[in-house]
């Protein structure tokens, strides 16, 4: 039988392509999977401020700025006002803190951009965790680090439950941990 | 056979259900109602409405803007610039303050989040509702949110300055008083003593002010009796928690009248079953069928207009077995005209006798309590009957009513028409209230209205007397409001704002003390708090005798919203007999008797634009979105009338046309008709809903009230559609014929039963067994116990768990179709006959089941256990088969046939606005997916993590569901049944619990403790 240009087409061109296609994908699938949860975005801020001078060099306490974090669901990003205790009167002449003053003195709140998200449906509750002895970079990396902050850590579904299955060994310096809950309504309602 | 599966035997949910109507029959075989499934075709769908093609243009604008954004980007998210010191985003705020949605200015507590109301609970601290608020005070948080509030002061519908409006209407109050021109404040019942402080201040600024009250919900009968008996118009409230036997005539004091919170829980106190079952006995004599009759352990049926004769009879006979006082022989002699033979006869001998017996035995431990929808005259007669009794010492002088400002009589207002009429009245101010819709048609109210010259409504919303106004100046919403309230003596209540006006909105008194100030300058927004404060300072301060400034006194008060003043009790003093002689004999009427009584939810029609409490079904027929006469089922055959009909009442020379509907357990003599309903000019929800029965009222009727003696009724041509949800959801099963009776669902005993055998509800109890290994619960276990000798079917729970879970207002339409979203409901069945039922109500929500039948049909492990023993439901999972539904054996798993938000109104309730109310703890459910009751979990979640916060257990009574915090009786109790030392623990283990079909052995969470009701014999009458 005389083999035709279709024969050829269809034999081993189509499953080849087909076969490339879908594999890219899967590989492209996988490995784009971290960025696609968000890990490593970074976005510029408003105010370029340093988590590394602050809570590194400084070594200010991570609550000194974030007070919701022992007391409710949300740790909360600091209020101008929590800024302005020391800033009214360190390093008034510098650009950023002139850009800060001025948002102090008109009143404007800091249009911060997010970078950790859960979804609106996960009712994560900061306090528990915290008061339980996990530690912030846990979630959120080595924070103290970071000039700018840039999301470590997946923020999904699978990765709390992997932490709440496996709580020893993600967290190895808790002496006393319990598995955390893995029921659906611990998070959803 | 037992006696409960005697009473059982005749248990039923509706006429039409009793006499094996088809399309009830069919109605159960069904899992949906009729064309529930059949209306999905796209063709016969409405058209794309401008706003739906708008919001899908932006839509598809939205998702083109992103795809060219960054996919990572989330955001933004923005602290305060300088945080409140006390809000904490993530975390509730608790202000106490005092609800002004009816006169009874109960303290409420609200829970605000982020700085905006979402929750409106009692205020424990106040003495008089203690920690309960009622289904309209639940609701009212979503009037704070309607969308169609007013916004802006307008002039003849056009927008105009509050600086122009204080301009010239200063300029118009100058001008009427230089010209001698009458200037008339029409206000509604006044609770607030500083209110009346600023009339009288307005008063002395313009000389010719005169004020008028009116209000259709008013104590006024039983006022006046109370000054002819003894010589006050303050009337003492009412030890009911000290009586072993009530006998209210016409009264629904339990539920809807009155002090109706704490007489509930006054009442409930001695309808207790743990420990000695210590039962009053509750005798209610009416016309209608009221939330309180369902309560009662005998009905006695009397028309309102023989209440007089009713009573007066019962004072003839109870006084030859003896009386408290001494009759002058004026007084004797007209009494003894009164016989109580007429009533033997229908009422039924045994019924009577029961009646007089115990009211001859306790007496000095029994009261009669008139409703005050009754005149003057059965009043009286109630305050004789008593002080024959010896009743006086349940009289709580420590808390009498304290009248501010007296309601005007007919003369005052037909003086005010006079005067509109000649040109004589030049500035009319509606403070608050809604004359037009609210006074006697034939005072012409409506028609002279155009002689006067500035026409001033001040209101919340657009209301019929806006309509005709010159300013219709927009108030603040009660949560944006300064206040405070005296109306029973002892209890003065704080109001405060918990939330600055959302619009340009002003406080009514503040507008009032603007136009004092004489120009419009000197308007500042505190200052009706600086009066507030002022007249705190001055009046009561003064009377606390504190040693702390009245700075700090003010601000703790303030904080506790209720300040308890030290109050002498008044002596008792002799009943006056000198009106008797002007009593006769009532005349028998032989026509029929309207009763016209107030909405059990929207109340007067102040309610009637929220859609919440339009939805809540009638405590007693579940109608939800109408109003209707409720006829007896043999006035009903008499007419050849059946459920739907229209009929014409007429009462004299007014008419009204209305729909039918056949209530059991009527006098045949009586229509009843609840008002509030048929509002003209209010926003979309609640315009055109019901019939407004106000219009039979005339002026003739001032002093009789709300009872319209020699009716008619005549069928008309058409129907119209009444939705009841009564027959929905039921508990039913097509292969067992005449489910409730063998299943038991409802089970009851007698007191005298129960002290005989406590455990007489446990004998014929099956052993069940499991093939499969009990699954073991070994930390908290939720669960939930309720009490039905408690439950009075007030539905503040429907409320409260609709505000608390976000759930959905859905329409007439939908509630027509079985799909109303409410996760609890109550369900009421009747035993007996027709023409006198008793009642039995029972609030059923998700039972929680150890082995829920939910659970193993989803095929998509949507619904699932969790190791706390909740069924849990998870919305994201969830694909809409229904099987849940079906499988459901209490039916009450609801499902999102829409978006109802974007349905419901041409998304009324879907708007910036209105989000506001949403519960930010709980998820706002879409369209397909199935939904139920959580037993509240996120008030679980929030108490489990404070717990874990402050490294402690959770304590055994330490969540409170939203349910169980509105219940005002208390029947609901929720804990962790592994506990012991827990309430729900304990009730689980108590003799009269029960389970809903216990027999399925699918382990309910929810256990029922079975009525009690307190009759002469063993078995239920």
């Known amino acids: 039988m005389k083999k035709t240009v279709l024969d050829y087409a269809l034999k081993i061109r189509l499953p080849l392509t087909l076969f490339v296609i879908a594999f890219s994908f899967v590989l492209t699938y996988y490995i784009s999977r971290a960025e696609r949860d968000g890990v490593g975005y970074s976005p510029d801020q408003p105010i ?43 390093r008034k002449d510098k650009s950023e803190i002139i850009k800060l003053t001025q948002y102090y003195e008109e009143g404007t709140p800091i249009p911060w951009k997010r970078i950790h998200k859960v979804p609106d449906y996960a009712f994560f509750n900061h306090s528990v965790h915290v008061n339980k002895g996990i530690e912030c970079e846990s979630c959120h990396g080595d924070i103290k680090e970071m000039d700018k902050v840039s999301q470590v850590r997946q923020f999904t579904m699978g990765a709390c439950l992997e932490c709440h299955r496996n709580a020893h060994d993600n967290l190895p310096y808790l002496e006393k941990v319990n598995k955390g809950p893995e029921h659906c309504w611990a998070c959803h309602r | 056979m037992n006696d409960s599966s005697k009473t059982n035997n005749v248990l039923w949910k509706s006429i039409e259900g009793l006499n094996n109507d088809p399309n009830i029959q069919k109605m159960k075989e069904d899992e949906f109602l009729d064309g529930v499934t059949e209306d999905f075709h796209p063709n016969q769908l409405s058209g794309i409405s401008r706003r739906k093609f708008l919001a899908l243009l932006s839509a598809s604008a939205a998702i083109t803007a992103t795809a060219c954004t960054d996919y990572q980007d989330k955001g933004e998210i923005i602290p305060y610039n300088k945080r409140p010191q006390e809000v904490l985003p993530g975390t509730e705020n608790l202000y106490a303050s005092t609800c002004n949605g009816c006169s009874l200015s109960c303290g409420i507590l609200v829970k605000t989040r982020e700085g905006r109301p979402i929750k409106i609970d009692g205020n424990p601290d106040h003495p008089i509702n203690e920690g309960k608020i009622c289904t309209k005070g639940q609701a009212s948080i979503l009037n704070l949110y309607d969308p169609e509030r007013l ?21 118009v109050l100058e001008s009427a008083v230089q010209k001698g021109k009458e200037i008339a404040i029409l206000t509604g019942e006044l609770t607030s003593p500083t209110t009346k402080k600023v009339f009288d201040k307005f008063s002395e600024k313009y000389p010719t002010t005169k004020i008028y009250s009116y209000s259709t919900i008013n104590q006024s009968t039983r006022s006046k009796a109370w000054f002819e008996c003894y010589g006050s118009y303050e009337f003492p409230s009412i030890k009911f928690d000290e009586a072993n036997v009530i006998l209210a005539i016409d009264s629904d004091f339990l539920v809807n009248e009155d002090s109706y919170l704490e007489n509930m829980r006054l ?12 039962f009053n006995r509750l005798y209610v004599a009416e016309g209608r069928m009221s939330a309180t009759g369902m309560m009662a352990d005998y009905r006695i049926r009397v028309s309102p207009d023989e209440q007089y004769n009713f009573v007066m009879s019962l004072v003839n006979e109870l006084s030859k077995k003896g009386s408290n006082i001494e009759f002058d022989p004026v007084t004797k002699s007209m009494v003894s005209s009164f016989s109580i033979n007429n009533f033997s006869k229908k009422i039924g001998k045994e019924k009577l006798n029961y009646l007089i017996d115990d009211l001859n035995k306790s007496r000095g431990k029994s009261i009669v309590y008139a409703g005050s929808t009754l005149s003057k005259e059965v009043h009286l007669a109630v305050n004789l009957l008593n002080e024959v009794l010896g009743n006086s010492n349940l009289y709580n002088y420590l808390n009498e009513s304290v009248v501010i400002l007296p309601q005007s009589s007919r003369e005052d207002f037909d003086r005010l028409i006079d005067s509109m009429k000649n040109g004589n009245v030049d500035v009319l101010i509606h403070f608050g209230s809604d004359p037009v819709f609210y006074l006697p048609y034939d005072f012409e109210y409506q028609s002279s209205i155009s002689r006067v010259k500035t026409v001033i409504s001040l209101s919340e919303s657009l209301n019929e007397s806006c309509s ?54 000197n308007f500042s927004s505190d200052n009706y708090h600086k009066f507030l404060i002022e007249n705190f300072t001055q009046t009561v301060y003064t009377k606390l005798n504190s040693f702390s400034d009245a700075k700090r006194v003010w601000l703790s008060s303030l904080h506790d919203g209720v300040v308890t003043l030290k109050n002498v009790e008044k002596l008792h003093k ?91 357990g009527l006098s045949d003599k009586t229509i009843n008709i609840e008002y509030g309903y048929g509002r003209k000019v209010i926003g979309d929800v609640g315009k055109d809903i019901g019939i407004n029965p106000l219009q039979l009222i005339s002026k003739n009727h001032f002093e009789t009230k709300n009872i319209l003696t020699n009716a008619s009724i005549n069928k008309i041509d058409g129907t119209h559609k009444l939705v009841t949800t009564q027959e929905h959801h039921s508990l039913d099963d097509t292969f067992v014929k005449d489910f409730h009776k063998i299943r038991k669902i409802i089970q009851e005993g007698t007191v005298e039963k129960y002290q005989k055998d406590p455990k007489f509800l446990h004998e014929h109890k099956h052993e069940l067994f499991s093939i499969t290994n009990e699954h073991t619960y070994s930390g908290n276990k939720w669960a939930m116990a309720i009490d039905l000798n408690k439950c009075t079917s007030c539905a503040a729970c429907v409320a409260s768990c609709n505000v608390e879970n976000n759930i959905p207002v859905v329409g007439k339409d939908q509630v027509g179709k079985g799909r109303e979203m409410h996760w609890i409901r109550i369900d009421r069945y009747f035993s007996g006959s027709p023409e006198d039922p008793i009642a039995s109500n029972q609030p059923m929500l998700c039972q929680h089941c150890d082995n829920a039948p939910c659970e193993n049909v989803c095929p998509v492990n949507a619904t699932n256990h969790s190791p706390d023993g909740l069924n849990q439901m998870v919305y994201n999972r969830c694909v809409g088969t229904r099987y849940c539904s079906n499988n459901c054996p209490y039916k009450v798993r609801r499902y999102n046939f829409f978006d109802f938000r974007d349905h419901f109104a041409d998304e009324y309730y879907q708007n910036n606005l209105t989000a506001l109310v949403n519960n930010p703890e709980v998820t706002v459910r879409s369209r397909g997916v199935m939904e139920k009751c959580t037993f509240c979990v996120q008030r679980i979640m929030d108490v489990r993590s404070t717990a874990i916060n402050e490294g402690r257990e959770i304590s055994p009574n330490e969540v409170v569901t939203a349910c169980q915090q509105a219940c005002p009786t208390n029947a609901i109790t929720f804990g962790d049944a592994n506990n012991p030392d827990s309430n729900v623990a304990k009730l689980r283990n108590h003799n009269l619990t029960y389970h809903v079909l216990e027999e399925l052995n699918i382990k309910p969470n929810v256990t029922y403790i079975a009525k009690l009701r307190n009759t002469h014999s063993e078995d239920n009458s």
Not at chain 2, 267 to 278: A, I, L, N, S, Y
Not at chain 2, 473 to 485: H, I, K, R, T, Y
Not at chain 2, 489 to 494: K, P
Request: net charge positive; hydrophobic share 35%.
């Open chain 2, 468 to 521: 005709l106004s010159h300013y219709v100046l927009p108030l603040n919403n009660q949560l944006e409001c300064w206040g405070d309230s005296f109306v029973q003596t002892g209890v003065y209540g704080l109001q405060q704002p918990v939330i600055s006006p959302i619009f340009n909105t002003r406080q009514k008194e503040s507008i009032l003390l603007t136009w004092i100030s004489g120009s419009s300058s």
């Open chain 2, 267 to 278: 009442f409930t106190k001695r309808r207790e079953v743990v420990g000695k079952t210590d």
């Open chain 2, 574 to 664: 002799k009943i006056s007999q000198s009106w008797i002689p002007l009593l006769k004999l009532a005349k028998e009427n032989s026509g029929l008797t309207v009763h016209l009584t107030e909405s059990y939810f929207i109340g007067d029609g102040y309610f009637a634009n929220n859609g919440w409490l339009q939805e809540v079904p009638h405590p007693i027929t579940k109608v939800t979105w109408d109003n209707y006469a409720a006829l007896s089922p043999l006035t009903a055959k008499k007419f050849n009338l059946k459920n739907d009909d229209i009929i014409e009442v007429s009462v004299s020379n007014s008419k009204i046309k209305i729909p039918v509907f056949v209530q059991p």
């Open chain 1, 48 to 90: 370029n401020y340093s988590h590394k001078l602050h809570a590194g060099k400084m070594a200010i306490d991570c609550q000194y700025c974030h007070i919701g974090v022992e007391k409710g669901r949300h740790a909360l990003i600091p209020s101008v006002n929590i800024c302005m205790n020391c800033h009214t009167v360190s």
């Open chain 2, 151 to 171: 916004k802006e002061p307008l002039f003849n519908n056009r927008k105009i300055s509050w600086n122009d409006v204080d301009k010239n209407i200063i300029e």
